[in-house]
């Protein structure tokens, strides 16, 4: 006997207003029985201007002895403007039915009512596109060829792509998904940006990109989207907003760019000094010769108006010159031969390297940087940590910029951290061997070409908050700056971008609004109070605790429902009914409140069991992973008890979080629970599959997303709490 199913595949590209996601429906087959397998799903996405041309290949493999029949039902929005769609299914095209909103809610209603399975409660409101799939061979399978184009809006050159994955890839995960991007613009490509995806990117030019994403087993809980921004202008800047009407606040996400392109006179000459550390610890796996390839691939790609020196630091300091030299091939042979005569031996004395570095930078109006690597402590000179950075502050009065790589985990964390965060720079910490040196070369390629330094925005008569990075960096050619904050009022406005260029003062004035009300973007608060979480966790971590700072994370951990190795005990609380640490909030805060932080700094043995330890391996990994969330430009995972090691998250806190979009949802007594609801406050209830369940859905389709999560939730919506009750 045939086994006869629902599948439903919601594979369209999706317009800018579009909130869908696909899914995979089995009747009678429980979500992710492993006799049905996505083997693979190969994206490809060439956009020309504003027109898109997607296809998409699917092999959809039967493991079970029966052969199946599927329908595959495509979301249309009705705001969308499709042609040339076609269909094959294992080379030869199905005829399918387009059918309108009307027709096609009530067939979604059906299936909702039939299933009792609200995920298809996104799609009500919208058309479909709908075709029959027979058969799936029992023990074979099935290839789905689908193509079609779109024209995506513009938004004053902004453009925004989605492809929908999200529904149905967390119940049968894609053994292989690839998504690959080309994107051509007759204007020049300034912003280029997925906060779904970690893209690679190649640019080609001021008018070619293209990015691709791969993964295996893929489970990822986040519908694919991009943003690229055109512009004529030498440096873009593009806006995205996010207001709900209740909210007081609105978010936002800014991103410059100067192009890919340009004039090699716009190019900012500069001075820098490589510091390296050359003690004997740097022999161990090759580090040090990793480190000259490494130093080398950075010389060679100097610009001929820089100047630079090599500076090499063990129990004594070492100079390539007494000064600054200027970037020409004579200089820079000479400095490669100089590099390759380095061999690893003494002690590490970063102060007194320090101390020579900074002393040669002088007064000429230019940007300055110190590319910093070490593998070990200080163990001669000045070797406490405080006295070490206070030495660097006084003596940086050309407000060099300091960028860190520490390699290997024997380093302290605490000493690089600060020291970057004094200065304007960032550390990145590394393994050693061939990492070391793709990753220093790797960054020198994105700071080799300055062209705005000494950065700053003024959002004229708009209020705007917390935003971060706190510190703005300097804009390199082909970069981009992503920034995240708050605003209060709403309305027009002329965002002000100025830097130093050759000394003097450069402004460029940007029109644009901030919308009373704007949910298009949903993605933004969440990514906010991502980069909010890690700038505050830091700040312990760093300069110690107090009880504000410890109450703000607890409160954005449960209304974001972000989850890292040092917060995942906060929100235990809201999920399982119980404290997971002590008994009363003081004692949290007193006693144990950061006890999974590896180091927090200003603590001693006598306080709190820790000893004033910033080096080794979990010291390393907490300033990668905070740092991580700090500089955050994608959606964080979803919290999972594989995501974090040592048992930090336990798996009845990672199963009972679920985050849609803007909100948050937590498993409490049977029910799921919007973050923002307070218990015991009124709600109406609605049984769920009830006419005044559909209702409420024609009447609020936006509802449909947060509803598709379960069968009993608390949702507040415009407004008002809703209690959808499956009893």
């Given at each position: 006997m045939i086994r006869r199913f629902l599948l439903i595949s919601l594979l369209l590209l999706l317009s800018i207003t579009s909130a869908m996601s696909?899914?995979?429906?089995?009747?009678?087959?429980?979500?992710?029985?492993?006799?049905?397998?996505?083997?693979?799903?190969?994206?490809?996405?060439?956009?020309?201007?504003?027109?898109?041309?997607?296809?998409?290949?699917?092999?959809?493999?039967?493991?079970?002895?029966?052969?199946?029949?599927?329908?595959?039902?495509?979301?249309?929005?009705?705001?969308?403007?499709?042609?040339?769609f076609s269909m094959l299914i294992n080379g030869k095209k199905v005829e399918g039915k387009i059918m309108d909103k009307d027709e096609a809610a009530s067939i979604y209603e059906s299936i909702v009512r039939q299933l009792k399975d609200p995920g298809l409660l996104e799609n009500i409101g919208t058309g479909m596109f709908r075709a029959r799939i027979y058969p799936i061979p029992a023990r074979g399978e099935t290839n789905i060829s689908i193509c079609y184009s779109q024209v995506l809006p513009s938004d004053l050159g902004l453009c925004k792509f989605k492809l929908p994955l999200a529904k149905r890839t967390s119940e049968w995960p894609v053994n292989e998904l690839t998504i690959g991007v080309e994107l051509s613009s007759s204007i020049p490509v300034k912003s280029f940006y997925s906060p779904t995806h970690n893209m690679s990117i190649k640019k080609d030019g001021d008018k070619t990109v293209k990015a691709g994403f791969e993964d295996t087993h893929y489970k990822g809980d986040k519908d694919f989207i991009l943003y690229y921004g055109v512009s004529e202008d030498s440096f873009g800047?593009?806006?995205?907003?996010?207001?709900?009407?209740?909210?007081?606040?609105?978010?936002?996400?800014?991103?410059?760019?100067?192009?890919?392109?340009?004039?090699?006179?716009?190019?900012?000459?500069?001075?820098?000094?490589?510091?390296?550390?050359?003690?004997?610890?740097?022999?161990?796996?090759?580090?040090?010769?990793?480190?000259?390839?490494?130093?080398?691939?950075?010389?060679?790609?100097?610009?001929?108006?820089?100047?630079?020196?090599?500076?090499?630091?063990?129990?004594?300091?070492?100079?390539?010159?007494?000064?600054?030299?200027?970037?020409?091939?004579?200089?820079?042979?000479?400095?490669?031969?100089?590099?390759?005569?380095?061999?690893?031996?003494?002690?590490?004395?970063?102060?007194?390297?320090?101390?020579?570095?900074?002393?040669?930078?002088?007064?000429?109006?230019?940007?300055?940087?110190?590319?910093?690597?070490?593998?070990?402590?200080?163990?001669?000179?000045?070797?406490?940590?405080?006295?070490?950075?206070?030495?660097?502050?006084?003596?940086?009065?050309?407000?060099?910029?300091?960028?860190?790589?520490?390699?290997g985990t024997d380093v302290n964390t605490l000493l690089l951290d600060l020291m970057a965060e004094q200065n304007q720079g960032y550390t990145s910490y590394l393994k050693a061997g061939e990492e070391m040196e793709v990753e220093v070369s790797s960054f020198f390629t994105k700071i080799s070409h300055p062209v705005l330094s000494d950065l700053s925005l003024d959002f004229g008569k708009i209020k705007v908050k917390d935003i971060y990075p706190k510190d703005l960096p300097d804009l390199f050619r082909g970069s981009q700056l992503i920034l995240a904050g708050r605003y209060t009022e709403a309305g027009h406005t002329a965002i002000t971008m100025s830097g130093k260029v050759n000394g003097e003062t450069k402004k460029y004035v940007y029109e644009k609004t901030f919308p009373e009300k704007n949910t298009d973007n949903s993605f933004i608060p969440c990514l906010w109070a991502t980069r909010k979480i890690g700038y505050l966790l830091n700040e312990i971590r760093l300069h110690g605790e107090n009880r504000e700072t410890v109450e703000e994370i607890k409160a954005l951990s449960v209304k974001y429902g972000i989850v890292t190795p040092y917060t995942s005990f906060l929100i235990q609380e809201e999920v399982t009914g119980r404290r997971p640490l002590s008994q009363s909030p003081e004692d949290d805060y007193d006693n144990k409140l950061y006890s999974n932080m590896p180091y927090v700094h200003g603590r001693d043995e006598g306080k709190s069991g820790y000893a004033d330890n910033s080096s080794g391996e979990v010291n390393v990994q907490a300033s990668k992973v905070l740092n991580e969330y700090e500089k955050a430009e994608t959606l964080q995972p979803a919290p999972s008890s594989e995501a974090y090691r040592g048992g930090a998250l336990t798996k009845d806190v990672a199963d009972a979080i679920k985050t849609v979009e803007d909100k948050t949802f937590y498993f409490k007594s049977g029910i799921w629970t919007d973050s923002l609801y307070k218990d015991g406050k009124d709600k109406i209830e609605v049984k769920f599959l009830s006419d005044k369940y559909f209702e409420l859905l024609k009447t609020y389709p936006k509802l449909g997303k947060y509803l598709s999560i379960g069968n009993n939730v608390i949702v507040l919506f415009e407004g008002k709490a809703y209690y959808i009750s499956e009893k």
């Open positions: 696909q899914e995979y429906i089995l009747e009678r087959v429980p979500a992710g029985d492993k006799s049905f397998v996505i083997d693979y799903e190969r994206v490809d996405i060439k956009i020309k201007d504003q027109a898109a041309r997607v296809t998409i290949e699917e092999r959809l493999k039967n493991n079970s002895s029966s052969d199946m029949e599927a329908t595959l039902i495509f979301p249309m929005p009705s705001d969308a403007s499709i042609s040339n800047l593009n806006l995205l907003t996010y207001r709900d009407r209740g909210d007081d606040q609105g978010f936002f996400l800014l991103i410059a760019s100067p192009g890919q392109e340009l004039d090699k006179t716009k190019v900012l000459p500069k001075d820098i000094i490589f510091v390296l550390d050359t003690s004997g610890s740097m022999y161990d796996e090759d580090k040090i010769l990793y480190a000259q390839k490494a130093l080398k691939f950075c010389l060679s790609n100097l610009n001929s108006k820089d100047r630079f020196n090599v500076v090499t630091f063990n129990s004594v300091t070492d100079l390539y010159s007494s000064k600054l030299m200027d970037g020409t091939e004579e200089h820079i042979k000479k400095a490669k031969e100089f590099v390759d005569t380095l061999k690893p031996l003494g002690g590490t004395n970063i102060d007194e390297a320090f101390h020579v570095s900074l002393k040669q930078f002088s007064g000429e109006k230019r940007p300055k940087y110190i590319v910093f690597l070490t593998d070990g402590l200080p163990t001669q000179g000045e070797t406490d940590t405080n006295a070490i950075l206070k030495n660097i502050s006084a003596e940086n009065k050309e407000k060099v910029r300091i960028f860190s790589f520490g390699v």
